[in-house]
DNA sequence: TAGATTGCTTAAAACGTTTTACCAACTACC
DNA sequence: GGTAGTTGGTAAAACGTTTTAAGCAATCTA
C-alpha cells in the first residue's frame, strides 16, 4: 500500500498542491488561504491520515530535523542516561536524534561525521576524542551547530558544556587529606581529552598545595579499550605494592572494577582505606559500605547542552564560543 | 559551503550524471563503463571528498538505510547494552539506527511509529507495550519488517526474539525451595506485557509444582512510572508486614530498590533472607554478599534480533512469524 | 474610467539522486 | 551486405516536497 502524498490530498480537496503545502506549513494565514478551502483540505488531511514526506520535505528545504548525537558508549550509564535526557528534550522541541557510540576511536569518529553529513542532520552534540578537531572545525566553517559537553577540544571554538572536573577532583583529594589519608592513588584511563586530564590535574595540585609529594608510582593509567580482567589486574597491582590508604577513581567503570578487585583481595573500604568514585553509581550507594561518588549534574548539563543547540539552530550566525561549566558534587557516604 | 553533487562530478568528469551514479553504486561492469571511465571518476570522487546525499537517494529509492529501535527507556542499562550491540551489528551492515524511548506509554509509542514512519524507516525493532498491536499490523501489512524482542505480543505475527522468561522465574522459585524456604515473595511490575506475566505464572508454577499454596499477600505488583520513594515504601511494607524468607524481583531496578530497603531497615541477606534479581546489574556482583540473578543473554538476543531483520529485508515477502526463545541463566552468588 | 490594491490560488522550478529507455558505433556471423 | 549482438554511454523522468513568481477577479482610489 503506497502511502498518500500530498497530491492525493490536493486531488481529493480539488485544490493544487501548493495551496495544500501552505496549509501544512501553517502558512495558510500569511498567504491568505479561505477559511472555507482551509476547512476542507484540514479535514481530509486527518480523514485520510496523510503524514507529510520527511525525507522529500528534508531534500528540499536542506534541513532534516535530525540531530546528531556521537557519544562513547551508549551502554555507559552516564551517557545513556545523558542521551536519555537529550532525546526528551530535543523531542518536545520537534527533533530526533540520531545516535552512535564512537567507542573512542577516531576513525569510528569520522566516518560517524560523514555518515550524519550525508544524512544532512540539523546539528551535532558531541563527547568528542581527541584527533576530531579538524572534521569538527569543518562543520563549523559550514556554518552547522556542533555542541560538545563532557570533554572540550581547545581547538574547537564552539559550545561545550562539561563539569568542573578539576575542581570536584580536587576537592575529593582534599577531603582525603582532612581525613589524615597520607599516600593517595588515583586511578584513571590514558584516553587523552581535557576531561580526564583535569582530574588528574586537580589530583596534583591538592596534593601539592597540602604538601604532600607527588609519587607517579600512585597514579595508574589504564589502557582504554583493554578488558576487565586486565583492569583488575592492574589494579589488583597498584593495591597490593604501594601501601595506600585512599583512592579516587577517575570512571565509574574503573571504580566498579577496583570494587571488584577489593573485594577479590578482600579488603574493606572503612576507616583506614578509603574510595571515593568519580560519575556516581547505583551500584555504589548498595555497596557495603556505601561508596562515595562525585555526582555530575546530568539534566543540568543535558538543559544547556539543548539549550545551546537550539539557541544555534534558531541563529543562523556562526556558533558562538560559549563554555558552560557546571558544578560537580561529592557526594560523602559512609 | 555548499557541498557537492553528483552533477559537479560529472561536469569535472565530463561525463554524464547517470554515468557517475552507476559508478557510485557498483553498476558500472554491468553497465559496461569502460576501465578508463571508471579510474577517471573515482579518482575525482576520491580527491574531491564527495558524498552522495542520502536524502535524496532516499527519496529516489524508498529505502532509507535506517533502522527504528524502540524500547522502554534507554537509560535503563538492560535496553543500553541491547541497543549497543544491535548498534554495533547494525552497523556493520550499512545501516543506522534511530532510537527512542517509549516510557511504556501508548501514546509516545504510536507518534513515534508515525515519526519513523514518515522517515521512511526501513525496519523496525520494537520492544512493544500493550496497545500498539494495531499500529504494528498496520506496517505489517505495508510489507515493512518489524522485529519484537524482550516482549511478544500475541496479536501480531512478525518475528519475535525473548528470552525463556517463564522457566528462568520457575527455576529461580526452584531453586528457593530447595533451600528449604517456605515465604517466597515476589515483586514485579503492574505493566501487562507478556514477559512480565510469564514471570509470574513462572513464579506461580514452580510453587504449585511443589505443593506451597499461592498467597497474593506475597505479591507486590508496583506501578510502572511511579517514582523510587514510593517504590520502596510499598517494598518496605512487604518486608515488614509478611515474614517472607526469600523474594524474587522481577527487574533490576526493582531489586535494587529492594536492596535500598533491606539496607534501610538492615535487614541482611543471607541465610534466612535469600534474594534473586532478574536481569543481571553490576551493582549486584559488588553487593555483600553478591546477589544472585537471572542473566539475560544479550548477545544472543541481539544477534537474533539482527539476523531475523536483516532477513526480512533481503526477501521482499511478509514477514513470517518465527519466534525465537533464547535460554536465560540463573547465577546463583553466594 | 484607468490604475492600484487586495484576496485567493496555482504552475513550475528546484532539491540530488536512481533508473529506464534509448542511441551510436562497432563486431561478428551467415 | 544485412542483421543481430556488444560496448560505451546519455537524456530525461521520477521520487514528494517547498517556494517563487505570477495570474485572475473583485474591489478600491483618485
Redesign the interface.
Known sequence: ?K?LSIKDIATKANVSITTVSFIINGKAKEKSISEAVIEKVEKIIKESGY??????R??RTGN?N?IGLMIE???N?FF??I??LI??KA?KKGY??????TENNVDKAKELI??F????VDAYIIAPTKGIEEDINQLL??NTPVILFDRNLPDVKTGYVGADHFHASYQSIESFIKQGKKKIALVTTDINVQQITERLEGYQKALEDHKIAYDENLVVKIHFNQDEAETMAQIKTLFQTQNIDAVLFATNYLA?SG??VL?EIDRKVGDDFDVIAYDD???F????PRISAVQQPLEEIAENVIKLVLSQLSKKTKAEQLEIIVPAKLIIRS
Open positions: 500500500m502511502s503524514k507529510p514526506n520527511q525525507i522529500a528534508s531534500l532534516s535530525i558508549d551508549i551502554s550509564s545513556s542516561r542521551a536519555r532525546e526528551d523531542y530526533k536524534i540520531i545516535y552512535s557510540s560523514n555518515m553529513k550525508s544524512r544532512k566553517a559550514d566498579i570494587l571488584k573485594k553509581h547505583e551500584a550507594e548498595l555497596h557495603t
